[in-house]
Structure formats: structure tokens, C-alpha cells
């Protein structure tokens, strides 16, 4: 999901497009699946859900408001740190789902499989999410709390922000009755897991350690046709005692599986060790 752009328009034009896909693939989880079921996890839109249910304000014209107040706070208390990035994705939130509310009312659940719907309620904001934290992103909310605090007390974050999701949760066991309140417990307990998976499977790449004989067309492959680098080092056969040579690079799966089909057709005795990682650092992956 990473990209480099030599051009800061292009570069500004990818963002702010994975921004808004994101923010509207969110949206389409919370609006369609997660009110009409009453599911209380998530931030804002967690609390909305129960806000709703005991006053005249509608979930989307609370997460509005909440947001609204949120990002007032998040200017005040954190300043130039406060990127315009948060505000953006917080601000098409919250017209989303105000809009969507306007043009397609959903008085009643999509269908009548709950299960169905927790996955999609889970499932889509938790990608949405990954996505924006992937580009150094949030879509607001609880994430504003969560900057107030790291800068002015000392307290534990992720508890903090459990809690109040904890506290959502628990409402919902005394507004909506037990079914919908194990249901949103559910949602809070796989909410963080699902959102650390969809970030490790965008950022996944292949390593590759590479024991050859002649490393000069498989380099020449990998920096010409696959614009990708290599380190190479001398080696020794531990039982043969013949001098190998080791190519070791890193490259995206699609290009991983181009390197693996021109190695078994230049070098087919080659030995290569692949291995998955999703945190590289550095040129042409994340930065530091």
C-alpha cells in the first residue's frame, strides 16, 4: 500500500484518494450493519448507537456532533500536531453518514442473520481503519482522545480507550438486552485483532535468500526488470566445501512470484529460503 511518488501532487492525490475510499468503505460498514443492529463497539460510533436509543438524537447526528467537538479539542489541546489528515477523514465521516441517513433511511436490519452482519460490522471499518493507519491516518473520534492524553498525562492509552469501548458495550447489555450486548462484546473483542491482520497482510512482503552459483542474471532480473535492489555475499557449502554466492532481497508477492519462476528457469538448483514479512523498513517500503 505504500507508495513513492517523485511528484507531491501525485503523491497528495494517492493519500487523499485511499483516505476517502477508506472513510467511505467505514462508513458503509458502520451505516448498513452496525446501527441497524445496535452494535455498541467502535469509538464514536459505538457510543452513537446508544445515544440514540436513549435520546432524540440519531446515530449519525451524534457522531456528527461528537466528532465536531473532538476535532475542536484536538486543535486546542495538541495544535500543529494535529494532522490535517485526521481532520479531513473525521469531517467525510461525518457527512457520510449524515447524508446517508437523509437519501436511505434503515429503520430495520439488512437481513435477519445477525452473525452475517457482526462480520460485515467488524470487517469493513477494521479495513477501512488499517488502511489509514497504514498512511499515518485516523478517521478521528476516540483517536483525538487518544492524542490529548498521550500528550498531557501519563495514561495507559489502549486501556484508556478499551475502557470507554468497555463502557459502550456494557450499556448496550442494559438498552438493547443480552443478545445484542454478547454481540457487540464480540465485535469489541475482534475488532483489534482484525484491524492488526488487515495491516500485516497489506504491508506483507517475501523475503528471499538466494543460494546460487551464478548470481548475475538473477541480480540483473531483479534490478532491471523488477526495479527491486539485492545484497550479495560470498558463502561456503558446509558438505561440498564449493564457494556459493547468496543473493538476499525483498520485494512485493506479485514480483516474488516472477523472481521464483526465472530462477527455476535460469538456475533450477538453486536453493531459496522465502520467508513472509509485513514490517520492512526502509527505500521503497515503510519509512523509519
Same mark, same amino acid.
Given at each position: 500500500?505504500?507508495?513513492?511518488?517523485?511528484?507531491?501532487?501525485?503523491?497528495?492525490?494517492?493519500?487523499?484518494?485511499?483516505?476517502?475510499?477508506?472513510?467511505?468503505?467505514?462508513?458503509?460498514?458502520?451505516?448498513?450493519?452496525?446501527?441497524?443492529?445496535?452494535?455498541?463497539?467502535?469509538?464514536? *460510533?459505538?457510543?452513537?448507537?446508544?445515544?440514540?436509543?436513549?435520546?432524540?438524537?440519531?446515530?449519525?447526528?451524534?457522531?456528527?456532533?461528537?466528532?465536531?467537538?473532538?476535532?475542536?479539542?484536538?486543535?486546542?489541546?495538541?495544535?500543529?500536531?494535529?494532522?490535517?489528515?485526521?481532520?479531513?477523514?473525521? @469531517?467525510?465521516?461525518?457527512?457520510?453518514?449524515?447524508?446517508?441517513?437523509?437519501?436511505?433511511?434503515?429503520?430495520?436490519?439488512?437481513?435477519?442473520?445477525? #452473525?452475517?452482519?457482526?462480520?460485515?460490522?467488524?470487517?469493513?471499518?477494521?479495513?477501512?481503519?488499517? #488502511?489509514?493507519?497504514? @498512511?499515518?491516518?485516523?478517521?478521528?473520534?476516540?483517536?483525538?482522545?487518544?492524542?490529548?492524553?498521550?500528550?498531557? *498525562?501519563?495514561?495507559?492509552?489502549?486501556?484508556?480507550?478499551?475502557?470507554?469501548?468497555?463502557?459502550?458495550?456494557? $450499556?448496550?447489555?442494559?438498552?438493547?438486552?443480552?443478545?445484542?450486548?454478547?454481540?457487540?462484546?464480540?465485535?469489541?473483542?475482534?475488532?483489534?485483532?482484525?484491524?492488526?491482520?488487515?495491516?500485516?497482510? @497489506?504491508?506483507?512482503?517475501?523475503?528471499?535468500?538466494?543460494?546460487?552459483?551464478?548470481?548475475?542474471?538473477?541480480?540483473?532480473?531483479?534490478?532491471?526488470?523488477?526495479?527491486?535492489? $539485492?545484497?550479495?555475499?560470498?558463502?561456503?557449502?558446509?558438505?561440498?566445501?564449493?564457494?556459493?554466492?547468496?543473493?538476499?532481497?525483498?520485494?512485493?508477492?506479485?514480483?516474488?512470484?516472477?523472481?521464483?519462476?526465472?530462477?527455476?528457469?535460469?538456475?533450477?538448483?538453486?536453493?531459496?529460503?522465502?520467508?513472509?514479512?509485513?514490517?520492512?523498513?526502509?527505500?521503497?517500503?515503510?519509512?523509519?
Amino acid at each position: 500500500m505504500t507508495k513513492e511518488f517523485k511528484n507531491p501532487v501525485m503523491k497528495f492525490l494517492w493519500e487523499y484518494g485511499l483516505i476517502t475510499a477508506s472513510i467511505l468503505v467505514m462508513v458503509a460498514g458502520v451505516y448498513f450493519f452496525k446501527f441497524p443492529n445496535h452494535f455498541a463497539f467502535g469509538g464514536v *460510533t459505538g457510543f452513537s448507537t446508544v445515544v440514540s436509543a436513549v435520546t432524540r438524537l440519531s446515530a449519525g447526528e451524534f457522531t456528527f456532533a461528537a466528532n465536531m467537538v473532538l476535532l475542536l479539542a484536538g486543535f486546542a489541546f495538541v495544535g500543529r500536531q494535529f494532522g490535517i489528515k485526521t481532520v479531513y477523514a473525521s @469531517i467525510l465521516m461525518s457527512v457520510s453518514l449524515s447524508v446517508l441517513e437523509k437519501l436511505c433511511p434503515m429503520d430495520r436490519p439488512l437481513t435477519s442473520e445477525p #452473525v452475517l452482519e457482526l462480520v460485515f460490522a467488524i470487517l469493513l471499518p477494521a479495513v477501512g481503519s488499517a #488502511v489509514l493507519f497504514n @498512511i499515518n491516518a485516523s478517521s478521528g473520534g476516540t483517536d483525538i482522545i487518544a492524542l490529548i492524553l498521550k500528550k498531557y *498525562t501519563s495514561f495507559n492509552i489502549g486501556t484508556a480507550l478499551f475502557l470507554a469501548d468497555l463502557f459502550a458495550v456494557a $450499556a448496550s447489555f442494559f438498552i438493547f438486552g443480552p443478545a445484542t450486548g454478547l454481540f457487540s462484546s464480540l465485535g469489541l473483542m475482534a475488532k483489534s485483532l482484525m484491524v492488526d491482520g488487515v495491516i500485516e497482510n @497489506i504491508n506483507l512482503c517475501k523475503c528471499f535468500n538466494i543460494v546460487c552459483d551464478d548470481p548475475l542474471p538473477i541480480c540483473d532480473y531483479i534490478i532491471n526488470r523488477l526495479h527491486r535492489s $539485492a545484497t550479495v555475499y560470498e558463502a561456503q557449502g558446509a558438505f561440498t566445501h564449493h564457494k556459493k554466492t547468496v543473493v538476499m532481497t525483498t520485494m512485493k508477492r506479485g514480483q516474488a512470484v516472477q523472481l521464483r519462476n526465472y530462477i527455476r528457469n535460469v538456475e533450477p538448483s538453486a536453493f531459496m529460503m522465502v520467508t513472509n514479512s509485513s514490517e520492512i523498513i526502509g527505500k521503497g517500503f515503510l519509512s523509519n
